[in-house]
């Protein structure tokens, strides 16, 4: 694929909005760099309160040293605040500690942009002078045209909507039923046989029929079996710990992954509430495998919220929230890319 080239503002806002599939609202957005080369791209939501902007600075520079290529960064900062003739940019402060704390880790702010409703401008910008430019602009950007021909899109926000689920008409009663089951068959067999399963539905190319959907449920409320069944989506060999925290060598299946998330989606329409806590983390997962973390915060609340319980999303919740990066989008042979989203300098 060829090698897409950043050129001006537009064409930064329009790889950043292609990259997290959404426009960013009151966010900071920072791009890490390898000489030429775009490395990982991180968005936070600005702080709320004056006063912490080191430990908000100290933080983000803690999730950006985790691409270890990383030599410079450029950041936006989006945000509907506008300042009053004569006043200093908005998070002007918070950017001048981010500016310390990256340095302490050997990384240097290449650029800066100051991203408004209407307007983007350089951040350092000389106050008495105009140099904001019409956000309009970027649909006239030769990266934005080209990764919407090559079949990407920008969403409005970056809110997860899940899909209508029809509770009146859960398939609760068939759910336990197939649990009793699974749980009088022997442990091994129990998962060769759910991995049978899940093997034939992610080789599909249309969702499962009502039993199997019924049964993928079932399977993901043990466990033993749900760790298992995750491990297998990406397609790659490995240990089974090494494969959810995405730190095998191997390139994830990404298509599989793609497809995975769907089936899912689709067995979340088809569960209870008691029963799609399992189903919206391991969403959570594939959201941070293909580097959407803030997605994968949002599968991990809804999940909490249908069991404030479930151990495995509160645990992967403070995983994620302390900025721990998948492996595999620490390294351009692996990582995901959107549709669409090739090479980058």
Same mark, same amino acid.
């Given at each position: 694929?060829?090698? $897409?080239?950043?050129?001006?503002?537009?064409?930064?806002?329009?790889?950043?909005?292609?990259?997290?599939?959404?426009?960013?609202? &009151?966010?900071?957005?920072?791009?890490?760099?390898?000489?030429?080369?775009?490395?990982?791209?991180?968005?936070?939501?600005?702080?709320?309160?004056?006063?912490?902007?080191?430990?908000?600075?100290?933080?983000?520079?803690g999730y950006l040293a985790n691409d270890p290529k990383a030599t410079s960064a450029l950041f936006a900062v989006y945000t509907s605040t506008s300042p009053a003739a004569g006043d200093p940019k908005p998070y002007a402060a918070m950017v001048a500690a981010l500016t310390g704390a990256l340095a302490e880790?050997?990384?240097?702010?290449?650029?800066?942009? $100051?991203?408004?409703?209407?307007?983007?401008?350089?951040?350092?910008?000389?106050?008495?002078?105009?140099?904001?430019?019409?956000?309009?602009?970027?649909?006239?950007?030769?990266?934005?045209?080209?990764?919407?021909?090559?079949?990407?899109?920008?969403?409005?926000?970056?809110?997860?909507?899940?899909?209508?689920?029809?509770?009146?008409?859960?398939?609760?009663?068939?759910?336990?039923?197939?649990?009793?089951?699974?749980?009088?068959?022997?442990?091994?067999?129990?998962? &060769?046989?759910?991995?049978?399963?899940?093997?034939?539905? $992610?080789?599909?190319?249309?969702?499962?029929?009502?039993?199997?959907?019924?049964?993928?449920?079932?399977?993901?409320?043990?466990?033993?079996?749900?760790?298992?069944?995750?491990?297998?989506?990406?397609?790659?060999?490995?240990?089974? &710990?090494?494969?959810?925290?995405?730190?095998?060598?191997?390139?994830?299946?990404?298509?599989?992954?793609?497809?995975?998330?769907?089936?899912?989606?689709?067995?979340?329409?088809?569960?209870?509430?008691?029963?799609?806590?399992?189903?919206?983390?391991?969403?959570?997962?594939?959201?941070?495998?293909?580097?959407?973390?803030s997605k994968a915060h949002q599968y991990l609340e809804l999940a909490l919220e249908a069991d404030p319980a479930y151990r495995l999303a509160k645990l992967s919740d403070q995983l994620i929230g302390n900025g721990m990066i998948a492996g595999w989008n620490m390294d351009k042979n692996t990582a995901y890319?959107?549709?669409?989203?090739?090479?980058?300098?």
């Open positions: 694929m060829e090698t $897409l080239t950043i050129k001006t503002p537009a064409d930064v806002l329009s790889f950043i909005g292609h990259t997290l599939g959404f426009w960013p609202h &009151e966010s900071l957005v920072c791009i890490t760099i390898d000489t030429n080369r775009i490395g990982a791209t991180l968005r936070v939501d600005l702080p709320k309160h004056d006063g912490g902007e080191l430990a908000y600075a100290r933080t983000v520079a880790r050997d990384i240097t702010i290449r650029d800066g942009l $100051l991203v408004g409703d209407e307007t983007v401008s350089p951040f350092d910008d000389d106050p008495g002078l105009s140099g904001a430019l019409p956000l309009a602009m970027i649909d006239s950007s030769e990266i934005n045209a080209e990764l919407v021909y090559r079949g990407s899109a920008v969403a409005p926000t970056g809110r997860v909507t899940l899909p209508a689920s029809p509770k009146e008409k859960a398939t609760i009663d068939d759910v336990e039923a197939r649990m009793e089951t699974i749980r009088l068959t022997r442990d091994h067999r129990a998962i &060769e046989q759910a991995r049978t399963l899940w093997a034939d539905i $992610l080789e599909s190319k249309t969702h499962p029929n009502d039993e199997q959907t019924v049964a993928l449920i079932a399977n993901f409320q043990f466990p033993a079996i749900r760790d298992q069944l995750m491990a297998d989506i990406p397609g790659v060999v490995g240990p089974m &710990e090494r494969i959810l925290l995405a730190q095998t060598p191997d390139k994830p299946q990404w298509s599989r992954v793609t497809w995975a998330e769907e089936v899912l989606l689709h067995a979340y329409t088809h569960s209870s509430t008691k029963h799609s806590a399992p189903l919206l983390t391991a969403i959570a997962y594939i959201s941070w495998w293909e580097g959407r973390g890319r959107m549709r669409g989203l090739g090479p980058t300098d």
